[in-house]
């Protein structure tokens, strides 16, 4: 009985695969789980400053659901800094083919240092699309990149 309860044991142990507790090959180019990493090489060049956008809702093409993202500000050392005093984010889609924007750009906060929140942007279909990042200084446009996103 004893040999029989060990040998079904081991089976048992041996059948069930690589263990995902001491598999971490994978976690240095996995991005945050219920994000989608749009890129990591963003920059405004005027400003010298480096951006990360992650998605925590979308992107989605239906009108009626919410989309936002995390914006990463680091500099060239890659330490996070905010925009320059007196300069705000504006954020907004554009899509060329059809000639229109969003249904709604939304409005970006600042929740700590070098980290914002793009809030309430809603695609209204499916298609290609330009993600417009720009930092403002009152009403001057000071640095601003494009993103090409494809809904």
């Known amino acids: ?20 507790l001491f598999n971490h090959e994978n976690e240095t180019t996995t991005g945050i789980q219920g994000t989608t990493d749009l890129t990591s090489a963003l920059s405004f060049k005027n400003s010298n400053l480096y951006l990360k956008v992650n998605w925590l809702k979308g992107p989605f093409a239906d009108p009626s659901l919410e989309n936002s993202f995390l914006i990463i500000v680091q500099n060239n050392s890659g330490e996070l800094v905010d925009v320059p005093s007196g300069h705000d984010f504006y954020n907004w889609g554009w899509m ?9 750009d939304g409005y ?3 929740i700590s240092k070098g980290v914002y929140i793009q ?7 499916g298609g290609e699309w330009d993600l417009n990042l720009e930092i403002y200084n009152g009403s001057t446009l000071v640095d601003s990149v494009k993103v090409p996103l494809s809904l």
Do not use: Q, V, W
Request: with cysteine.
């Open 1 to 20: 009985m004893l040999k029989i309860f060990s040998i079904l044991s081991l089976l048992f142990l041996y059948s069930c695969g690589e263990s995902p």
């Open 96 to 104: 060329p083919s059809m000639g229109h924007g969003t249904a709604d």
């Open 108 to 110: 970006t906060e600042r």
């Open 119 to 125: 809030k309430e942007l809603f695609f209204n279909m």
